[in-house]
């Protein structure tokens, strides 16, 4: 499986996960020590926490829920010169600080 671009996943500003974009979909896998850290919560209800990667043909539709709709979208689009079908590119560059506790980034945080 071929990976094109990552996502990297925050829940209340905590390492959560990797979204990727492979040549046969999307696949998100929740971080270990995520997953083992006290009073780590599911980015979603639809993904509980669990260590086996979740697989979809299509972007997961929490993820895809983010991205903004409508005049917004087309924004985003204009300023980011994206198009609109591209779901997991308007996901990295509107979603960086996105309302509710998850947040997508692009690349890692660095944390001192």
Not at 18 to 32: A, M, N, P, Q, R
Not at 102 to 107: E, G, K, N, Y
Request: charged fraction near 20%.
């Amino acid at each position: 499986m071929t990976t094109f671009r990552t996502a990297y996943v925050y829940v209340r500003d905590y390492f959560a996960g990797i979204l990727s974009e492979t040549d046969e979909g999307y696949v998100f896998k929740y971080d270990k020590a995520y997953i083992s850290s006290p009073g780590a919560s599911p980015v979603s209800l639809t993904l509980p926490l669990t260590e086996t990667p979740y697989e979809s043909k299509t972007l997961f539709p929490f993820f895809d829920g983010l991205i903004p709709e409508g005049w917004l979208l087309e924004i985003v689009s204009r300023n980011w010169k994206l198009d609109p079908q591209d779901r997991f590119g308007l996901l990295l560059v509107a979603c960086r600080d996105s309302i509710g506790n998850v947040s997508i980034t692009d690349m890692p945080e660095v944390t001192a």
